[in-house]
């Protein structure tokens, strides 16, 4: 998704340690492990994860009424009769339109008889590095893409995830970084992270004692490393649902903690053209 050169898709492993790396990490909690926040199966009725959709392109497509319209893409919408919606408060919907190469993202989204509401809404074009305008929010509060940063089971399938993966922590500060577009914290101190902070894990770990579907994605966090999108539980890894997961082998990942990630100074990545 997005061009080779998209910030998403940029491999970090060769890039120097952030100089506050250590108090950052030390907010977020150096003992916290590791969770994926998807996998197989119900959680409470709804599927583990962020679920998707691939839409085709005749379909019919309605208005929203967003609580952020300032901030939020007009539409309309693509969205079919029953979209699959992530559980829990967030109710994002991710559709991806066939033939247009268009993302549609919303946040807290809902149907009342024929009208659908949402907090927020926005439009990707996966063929462009066109960021969202500056201040402004997506489905995400870092106002980037979801889609892009989830771990997703074809990917792990195949062998290789090369991008980077979403992740949220407990308490961020009120400041973003690029490609991050906006903030959603009031707390000033510098040794919390900013919204689109880039981890990585440690070269040190051993991908090879994880069982494979782990290790797949250990690897990518190694070389491309999670992107902070969004307040939440600290060091939640997002995905997106699949009945292909295996929940003990992922279960694998909350042996990795706080101390061995490192930030990334993403300063020396160039900005993508038309970025």
């Known amino acids: 998704m997005f061009p080779p050169d998209n910030h998403w898709n940029e491999r970090v492993d060769g890039l120097p340690v952030h100089e506050r790396s250590g108090a950052i990490i030390q ?20 599927r583990i994860g962020i ?20 901030e939020s893409d007009r539409g309309p919408y693509p969205i079919p009769r029953n979209p699959p919606i992530e559980g829990g408060s967030d109710r994002h919907i991710l559709l991806v339109q066939r033939g247009t190469c268009r993302l549609y ?8 008889g024929r009208t659908w509401t949402a907090g927020s ?5 996966l063929r462009s590095n066109r960021l969202r305008p500056s201040g402004w929010t997506s489905a995400d509060a870092a106002g980037l893409p979801i889609l892009p940063g989830l771990a997703r089971y074809d990917e792990v399938r195949r062998g290789a995830i090369r991008h980077a993966l979403r992740f949220t922590v407990q308490r961020t500060r009120r ?11 009031s707390l000033a101190d510098a040794s919390l992270p900013a919204m689109g902070e880039r981890l990585r894990l440690k070269s040190g770990v051993d991908a090879s004692t994880f069982p494979r579907q782990s290790r797949v994605i250990v690897r990518a966090l190694k070389r491309y490393g999670m992107l902070l999108a969004d307040n939440g539980s ?3 890894v997002s995905g997106a649902p699949s009945p292909g997961w295996n929940d003990d082998d992922l279960r694998s990942l909350r042996r990795l903690r706080g101390s061995d990630f490192e930030v990334v100074d993403t300063s020396g990545i160039p900005r993508p053209r038309g970025g």
């Open 105 to 112: 993202e919303l946040f807290a989204a809902e149907r009342a």
């Open 51 to 70: 679920p998707y959709k691939v839409v085709p392109r005749g379909q019919r497509k309605v208005r929203v009424r967003f609580e952020y319209a300032g």
């Open 121 to 125: 809404g926005a439009i990707f074009n």
């Open 27 to 46: 907010s977020i909690g150096v003992d916290r492990t590791v969770h994926p926040d998807f996998g197989s199966g119900l959680y409470e009725g709804r």
């Open 234 to 236: 600290s060091i939640y």
């Open 175 to 185: 400041s973003f970084i690029y490609p991050a577009r906006h903030f959603a914290s």
